[in-house]
């Protein structure tokens, strides 16, 4: 195997550890919403992960799903709800849960089936992910709000690479990306994915304890 792909496969194996990983953590804290959408995401990187080792067509088919679930769906609507539970004190019922990752999935379907949508897709997904790095500035600020400054740093470094990420992706070729072994979009875009999953953990973590030890904190 090529060395390219030897990072390429490490890249996914990173994204797959901390979603599975951070997945179940957050289904332990009874968070249903950003377990499951961790879970779906370190599944997406295990099928790309077979797919870049074997080249199976299946895999990146599920994998293909999957990353149209999360961009669509998934990080800028489901991980939103989720977060909110630190935010805003949203809890939300196991059947609305069902009934929320329900819905996504149908409308995946609908954007990946519909051929007339697909030149739009490009521009939708920026767009949701641009919803979603807004609430993340709210989150830091949040956070910053509580003296977590380095959590809050930290969201912001996140919600910046993945802003970045999100507008390169349909829209810029990054030079030589067929040849460079780190300096290739995937490496970067899963690089950068694992890193917001883990970062939000701890950060969700900080605020959830600042809520604790200040249980008039209101949001704002």
């Known amino acids: 195997m090529e060395l390219r792909n030897v990072v390429l496969c490490m890249a996914c194996f990173t994204l797959f550890a901390s979603g599975l990983t951070y997945g179940v953590k957050f289904l332990r804290k009874r968070n249903y919403l950003l377990g499951l959408e961790w879970l779906v995401v370190g599944f997406s990187a295990a099928n790309f992960l077979v797919y870049f080792g074997t080249q199976s067509e299946s895999a990146y088919l599920i994998a293909y799903f999957c990353d149209a679930f999360s961009r669509g769906f998934g990080i800028p609507i489901i991980t939103v709800l989720g977060l909110m539970a630190v935010t805003h004190g949203y809890k939300p019922s196991a059947l609305k849960d069902v009934l929320i990752f329900a819905g996504a999935i149908a409308a995946t379907l609908v954007l990946i089936s519909v051929p007339s949508l697909g030149r739009f897709l490009p521009y939708f997904y920026v767009s949701m992910w641009g919803v979603f ?31 970045t990420i999100a507008a390169i992706y349909d829209f810029y070729k990054i030079p030589g990306d067929e040849t460079n072994v780190l300096l290739n979009f995937y490496v970067l875009a899963l690089s950068t994915w694992a890193y917001v999953l883990v970062q939000l953990y701890y950060a969700y973590g900080a605020l959830e304890r600042a809520k604790e030890s200040q249980p008039l904190l209101q949001p704002r």
């Open 133 to 163: 790095a807004l609430y993340l500035l709210y989150f830091a600020c949040r956070l910053a709000s509580v003296g977590e400054t380095r959590q809050a740093a930290g969201v912001m470094l996140g919600m910046l690479a993945s802003l």
